[in-house]
């Protein structure tokens, strides 16, 4: 029973934090060259630097 509460326990931690990690990418020219990405203006994407 200790292992079934302890594997819940670190199974919703992780379900719980993951999005406050996450990333989203600029969704305009100024946002994602003051992040120092390229602009992709045929799509309206940033994308990375290589």
Avoid: H
Avoid at 1 to 24: D, H, N, R, W
């Amino acid at each position: 029973m200790k292992y079934f509460v302890s594997m819940l326990a670190i199974t919703s931690a992780l379900a719980l934090t993951g999005p406050a990690f996450a990333q989203e990418a600029p969704a305009n020219k100024a946002d994602c060259l003051a992040v120092g990405g390229i602009w992709d203006a045929q799509n309206s994407a940033c994308v990375e630097k290589e």
